[in-house]
Nanobody
Framework: QVQLVESGGGLVQTGESLRLSCAAS??????IGWFRQAPGKSREVVAR????????DIADSVKGRFTVSRDNAKNTVYLQMNSLKPEDTALYSC??????????WGQGTQVTVSS
């Protein structure tokens, strides 16, 4: 059993930055995906990082602005979001991948970017 807790969301203006954290209890070396879901839209993957720190997915819409990293000693995965845009407004969640599927999910943290 893994519990994930996201933090770091908030209200920012266009062009500003935020760093989201996904803190995991228990085993720390799962691949972690960051997802977001805006009102009225389906959930989309933002980024994925393996247990060893390899970034395997970055959504085209955030390439060059967002990056994902992890500190396994702290059982934490980060999503650094720069040059934020209003279209980045969404609920951001992290999930741990087990056996090829995202098995454990956090509750999410809201990011709102004002224009």
């Amino acid at each position: 059993q893994v519990q994930l807790v996201e933090s770091g969301g908030g209200l920012v203006q266009t062009g500003e930055s935020l760093r989201l954290s996904c803190a995991a209890s228990g085993r720390s070396n799962y691949a972690i995906g960051w997802f977001r879901q805006a009102p009225g839209k389906s959930r989309e993957v933002v980024a994925r990082i393996t247990g060893t720190g390899m970034i395997t997915d970055i959504a085209d819409s955030v390439k060059g602005r967002f990056t994902v990293s992890r500190d396994n000693a702290k059982n934490t995965v980060y999503l650094q979001m720069n040059s934020l845009k209003p279209e980045d407004t969404a609920l951001y969640s992290c999930a741990a991948e087990v056996g090829g599927r995202y098995e454990y999910w956090g509750q999410g943290t809201q990011v709102t970017v004002s224009s």
